[in-house]
């Protein structure tokens, strides 16, 4: 699959088969995750990968749209390490870039992924930090669902003329 029908037929896929992602596979998309641009090049994210039954059992009790995670292979948590950012606040950009560039892998290897947004929910971020022990400088920006998809959604064409300016509004 090449970059632009990844980009366009990539859906949010919240069904999953039980079929296990290797660990290989879940490196692949970290590796894209951090060739993601940054502010500045300061790079500030840190995934945590989970695989561990328990916890993804338990993150739908912290996150109400997360119900997903209970078939999914893996979660990934997206998070921003405040004391590697130059540029304050930019954080939140880089760790959106690196989640997109997730999702479009996964789109590209046959997986279905889904982004979670917990930042800047402050109760929901609390919880995350709690759940997955981060330090109190590193703030979780989402959590993406990662699975074999046992859905399949038709590529949606999201382009609106009307949305478009050209030189000013």
Same mark, same amino acid.
């Given at each position: ?9 990539r ?6 088969? @039980?079929k296990?992602?290797? %660990?290989?596979v879940?490196?692949?998309l970290? /590796?894209?995750?951090? +060739?993601? #641009?940054?502010a500045? $090049?300061? &790079?500030? =994210?840190?995934?945590?990968?989970? @695989? @561990?039954?328990r916890i993804?059992d338990?993150?739908?009790?912290l996150?109400?749209?997360s $119900?997903?995670? /209970?078939e999914?292979? =893996?979660a990934?948590a997206?998070?921003?390490?405040l *004391?590697q950012e130059?540029?304050?606040?930019? =954080?939140? %950009? @880089?760790?959106?870039?690196?989640? &997109?560039n997730?999702?479009i892998a996964? *789109?590209?290897?046959g997986?279905?992924?889904? =982004?979670?947004?917990v930042y ?6 609390k919880?995350? &930090?709690?759940l997955?022990?981060? #330090?109190? $400088?590193v703030? #979780? ?10 859905e399949? /959604? #038709?590529p949606? $064409?999201?382009?609106?003329? +009307?949305?478009?300016?050209? *030189?000013?509004?």
């Amino acid at each position: 699959m090449d970059a632009m029908e990844a980009i366009l037929s990539r859906r949010s896929i919240r069904r999953y088969t @039980d079929k296990p992602v290797p %660990q290989e596979v879940i490196t692949e998309l970290l /590796k894209v995750a951090m +060739s993601a #641009p940054s502010a500045s $090049n300061e &790079q500030p =994210w840190h995934f945590v990968i989970i @695989d @561990d039954r328990r916890i993804l059992d338990e993150i739908p009790k912290l996150h109400p749209y997360s $119900n997903m995670l /209970k078939e999914a292979s =893996w979660a990934i948590a997206v998070c921003g390490d405040l *004391n590697q950012e130059m540029v304050s606040g930019y =954080w939140v %950009q @880089d760790c959106s870039a690196a989640t &997109q560039n997730i999702l479009i892998a996964a *789109n590209a290897m046959g997986l279905g992924a889904v =982004w979670l947004g917990v930042y800047p929910r402050e109760e929901r971020a609390k919880a995350v &930090q709690k759940l997955l022990g981060l #330090p109190g $400088n590193v703030l #979780p920006l989402c959590f993406i669902s990662i699975g074999y998809p046992a859905e399949k /959604k #038709p590529p949606s $064409n999201r382009y609106d003329e +009307s949305r478009v300016h050209r *030189n000013h509004w």
